[in-house]
């Protein structure tokens, strides 16, 4: 199976199914001496764990990383780093009767068409458990990008039709609710409509967004490497993703040039800055030193209790209640693996303009040698 591999300069190949025995990635092109242990990782996998509210699903892994290659003594050897998470509550048995059937809004369907065969207990490589191994990869690109002052903002910005409002934005309130939504009363309204969904056996989707601050200037190219191509690539990768914008996305199609242009001007430092930020952080796909800004809709969960229309393999027209454990909503857990994904791409565009200007070459390798 091809396409499990991300990055140029800094690859992440995931690894894993489901219900197999583990989850893993390995990493290549992290450079040497970078201060990394397990906690660095675990801490990014607890926040997209399962089973830590009533709207996820209830099945129980620790999801507890080990770092297998790439670490020595606390630091980062320049050699991949390979890391396993393994499976620990599989109940493989719970899947046996979809084996059969094509379950509606899954990937079982085009699966079986692309290779005539399918891990159906949970959905194998389609299943959301795949982004164990992008979140540890996701972890390793933040300790990279936090030690150069990138900082990261990922939330719930609405589920179903309640929204966040920012009038109302407080960044502590992301921690204090299972939804991650920066607003208590909007979290309290989506627990509400949760709650109903979960009644009337059905599920929500909803709107995550990233906001990055002191990205530097110059991350992309202009042509066919765009840094928000990229993005959206990394983002819409991801199985439950049906929509990314950067900036003011749409809304741009309602807009004028007047509106939609970001007014330069001269901070008090000399550097360039932009009055607003309409384009979310890039132009002409390389990043303008403002906050990148983008969102991506995140759809229902497919597998719900409510009865359904399918077909089998065999093509026989069905009825079918899905069974298992699921996740009434895939919004929450999503947020961390949205962080995930873009910081991987940022690192990758930061080593790759590496090599974009002879002076950068130059203040590495000059005359005198490499820069000790």
């Not at 990279?144 to 939330?155: K, N, S």
């Not at 989506?190 to 009644?199: K, N, S």
Request: with cysteine; aromatic share 8%.
């Amino acid at each position: 199976m091809a396409g499990s591999i991300f990055g140029r300069q800094f690859c992440v190949s995931t690894w894993g199914e489901s219900h197999g025995k583990g989850i893993g990635v390995v990493i290549d092109g992290c450079p040497a001496g970078l201060s990394l242990c397990e906690e660095d990782i675990q801490r990014y996998l607890d926040r997209r764990k399962p089973g830590q509210s009533r709207y996820s699903t209830p099945r129980k892994e620790a999801d507890q990383v080990e770092i297998l290659s790439g670490v020595f003594e606390g630091r980062t050897t320049g050699t991949p780093i390979s890391l396993l998470v393994a499976n620990t509550s599989q109940r493989s048995g719970d899947y046996q009767e979809i084996a059969s059937y094509y379950r509606p809004g899954h990937a079982d369907y085009t699966f079986d068409q692309k290779y005539g065969f399918r891990d159906y207990r949970g959905g194998g490589r389609s299943s959301g458990r795949e982004t164990i191994g992008r979140v540890a990869a996701g972890a390793v690109a933040l300790k990279i990008l936090g030690e150069l002052g990138v900082a990261f903002r990922t939330y719930t910005r609405s589920i179903g039709p309640i929204c966040i409002d920012l009038d109302r934005f407080s960044w502590e309130e992301v921690w204090n609710n299972p939804l991650y939504m920066p607003d208590a009363q909007a979290a309290f309204q989506a627990q509400e409509y949760l709650q109903q969904c979960i009644q009337e056996q059905n599920s929500a989707g909803g709107v995550i967004e990233c906001v990055i601050s002191q990205v530097p200037v110059g991350l992309g190219d202009p042509c066919f490497e765009k840094l928000e191509a990229n993005l959206a690539k990394a983002i819409l990768s991801m199985g439950a993703v049906r929509g990314f914008e950067i900036g003011d996305g749409f809304a741009v199609a309602h807009s004028t040039g007047a509106e939609n242009n970001d007014p330069f001007y001269m901070g008090e430092k000399g550097q360039v800055q932009k009055a607003s930020n309409h384009a979310g952080g890039t132009l002409g796909g390389i990043s303008d030193g403002s906050p990148l800004v983008f969102r991506a809709a995140v759809k229902p969960t497919p597998s719900i209790s409510r009865e359904q229309e399918t077909v089998t393999r065999e093509g026989e027209n069905i009825k079918v209640q899905v069974k298992g454990r699921h996740d009434p909503i895939i919004v929450p857990r999503a947020v961390v693996v949205v962080e995930a994904m873009a910081a991987l791409v940022l690192v990758d565009a930061l080593f790759s303009g590496m090599t974009a200007r002879m002076d950068y070459l130059k203040r590495i390798w000059g005359p005198t040698g490499p820069v000790a």
